[in-house]
């Protein structure tokens, strides 16, 4: 081994970007490798989805956190492969050898081996959301455009599959989307005919929570216009809608023409290479110091890894990966001092949950503390003060404090543009200045109220 | 005519936008179409360009500008014609009548008939700002990359081709980039050695303001690092660099990954389907009142219109946009109020000039008034305070006054995400743990510095 040790560490999410800010002042020498230059504070992207907030209220630019930490570098890359043998990660344009490796890279949502991620986009990265942003606003659009009301319905429908955290989440959002930020801006259709259905296989949404705040979370979708259907498959994806399974084995269809995924875990195809035992998810079964069996050099942490603790698997939630990051920080910077010789006598990790929250929208969420189960407006007063006191910079926490207080006092969303490509949009029929419709050729004027406008 | 006229403007600029706000109160239906669903204020367009400000701080959804004009609706379509003989706009799936039309779709830059926009994108849309952002951002990665000083050199040389406000305003931004806000955030390269080559054919920049004004815009560029070249003209754009014509005929090659085109005006091709004379750049000759020849129900407002005052022409810039739309909008409102025949004894347009401002970076503008010619701090300031009081709704005056302090005390940029499809990277040669390079097969490693990393 060099004299000073080379720890590479791959993905920037909560873990890795943890663990190398846990490595400041640690004799060694840090390379952080992240196929993009930002990192994400996951828990809010449903609020860039949803308009809300602007993505670099919440996405931080890797380089800028490590700045002043002079044994770090970032490296803009994605890593293909890792050979445990030769002690290198494998990129796509080259190759970094370590002593010791962080593998952070974390999951994405799972299809069940469906080819459903064009009909259904996830949320899982800056432009996951404005993918969705995009989608949401055009359905309103092309609503307003349409005039066959069976139409209308599908474009004013919202099917958000799985109902954990970020599916309840996105779902209220929608809800008030169309009954707040939009109330005012449309002229033939009333924006608060949205209907969101909101599906789930479990028998309750927000299944990791008690069983009293998840029906606390259903009522207050319910008062979004979510529609909360629980118990049933989705079996099929296509433009036009979604068909599910129901508990008794029958199906049903819905015809919607935005579709949103925040369903299963699926780990990032890296843990494959690692050649240990995967769960069925895909993720590592590590040690109790969350290194992998046979390679004490080599660590996971965070959604990747896959551990069991007090007979509970640990969940797949930034806190994870937050502890674990600095965890394995701890036993490398004490290794690296010679304090312990290197995968000798090291402590096991041991997760510390401080609790958890969801938020269904304005004045409403759900929380779940050592003791206390609370939901309603206090539960969203905690929400709010936590995700600004973990937010990275004093900027991010004004802007985002800012922004929350001018929606909740305004009912509206900053960050309401449609970018990129507009797409097919249903065909114009105008209303003329005689107060007909004026068709693209070839259709059939209809006589309507020339003053439905002035309404 | 029917009784209640309908007026359909065409853009959602200046132009458009302020012409549909000021008919509010008029008894017109409006009906405002334009194929992206904001307004953009395009002053500031170029801190998006350059990480400074969000896409939202500076784009507003059209309906939400309109949301309590009862008499107004907004459609989410593009024009391809305009028939004016049967008083109707051709959009891409339909067609709408109308009474009144106001063109107002602007301009965008020319390439002069050359086929450079890939390689040299120009900046007249939020995702025309958010792939120069791109491009900027990974320019630094690149480079971070290399190990060859020459492709090192390339990587962070940016050419910008045109020396008005827009280009003035990029290439100051571009060379604080280097010298501040990256200073610290990289471990191979030194962001400072920055160079930024601002391309002009007339012999000044900001050649629309006084001589002593250009002057002290180009030594304020200097200490930015920018190297102003006048009189010369490009001839070829390749994906290595740019080719320039001297005054004296000699020619001369400049090595640079990232060219930025900021020259040149195209007038929205819409413009050829009026059936009237058009000026060089594409531009529609209005008459005094911006109506067409021939049809006293069409208007032409900003970019779009060419007009003469005073022995000079009409600059493209805001001012002339909104004061334009609201002239239009007087005289249609009186029109259909009935207090003047259509057509009939309409009064010209005239511009008031207000001044004009240009900024070159931090702490740094011109400023030309009616009588004052200001340069430095205090122009700065003004241009501060006039672009906070133009910007549309007190959130976006909040979020930028604070993004502006925010980035003036810390040196910072707070939008500095790259996003999109990160593209050809140089392969990565990565100094292994042992001082070697480690290099993709097939190429020699080179011993280096093992602690060069940590200076």
Same sequence: chains 1, 2.
Wanted: glycine share 10%; aromatic share 8%.
């Amino acid at each position: 081994m060099a004299k000073t040790p080379h720890v590479v560490i791959l993905g920037g999410g909560f873990g890795g970007l943890f663990a190398a800010v846990a490595l400041r002042k640690a004799p060694v020498r840090v390379t952080l490798i992240d196929k993009r230059n930002h990192h994400i504070f996951q828990p809010l992207l449903y609020q860039v989805a949803t308009a809300a907030l602007n993505p670099s209220d919440i996405a931080y630019p890797i380089r800028s956190v490590l700045q002043d930490h002079k044994n770090a570098r970032v490296l803009l890359a994605e890593a293909r492969a890792i050979d445990t043998a030769a002690r290198k990660v494998v990129l796509d344009d080259g190759e970094v050898s370590y002593d010791y490796l962080i593998v952070a890279t974390g999951a994405t949502h799972s299809y069940f081996g469906k080819d459903w991620e064009r009909l259904a986009p996830g949320l899982k990265c800056i432009e996951d959301a404005l993918e969705i942003r995009r989608r949401v606003f055009l359905a309103y659009e092309a609503a307003e455009r349409e005039s066959d009301p069976a139409a209308q319905r599908a474009w004013l429908t919202f099917v958000v599959v799985g109902a954990g955290p970020t599916g309840v989440e996105l779902s209220g959002a929608l809800g008030e989307i169309g009954l707040q930020t939009l109330a005012q801006d449309f002229r033939r259709i009333d924006p608060g005919g949205v209907h969101v259905i909101l599906l789930e296989g479990r028998d309750r949404v927000l299944g990791g929570f008690p069983e009293k705040l998840s029906a606390a979370a259903a009522a207050a979708l319910g008062k979004r216009r979510v529609e909360v259907r629980t118990g049933c498959m989705v079996t099929e994806i296509d433009a036009d809608g979604v068909t599910v399974r129901l508990g008794d084995g029958s199906t049903d269809r819905v015809a919607a023409r935005t579709v949103l995924w925040a369903a299963g875990v699926q780990a990032s195809p890296l843990a494959r290479s690692l050649g240990v035992p995967l769960d069925r998810a895909g993720r590592v079964e590590v040690e109790a110091d969350l290194s992998i069996p046979g390679h004490p050099e080599v660590f996971v942490v965070g959604d990747l890894a896959h551990r069991v603790q007090d007979g509970k698997d640990l969940p797949g939630v930034c806190q994870v990966a937050m502890q674990g990051g600095k965890h394995v920080a701890k036993l490398i910077a004490a290794e690296a001092r010679g304090a312990r010789a290197p995968g000798q006598g090291r402590k096991a990790f041991r997760y510390f949950d401080k609790g958890s929250m969801a938020v269904i929208g304005r004045s409403s969420a759900i929380a779940s503390t050592m003791r206390v189960n609370i939901s309603g407006f206090l539960a969203w007063l905690m929400w709010w003060t936590v995700h600004i006191f973990y937010l990275i910079g004093f900027r991010s926490r004004v802007l985002v404090m800012f922004s929350w207080m001018w929606s909740w006092l305004t009912f509206r969303r900053g960050a309401r543009l449609i970018t990129g490509d507009v797409g097919a949009l249903p065909p114009v029929r105008d209303l003329g200045p005689d107060g007909r419709l004026v068709l693209p050729p070839g259709e059939a004027a209809v006589a309507l109220d020339p003053d439905a406008l002035q309404r």
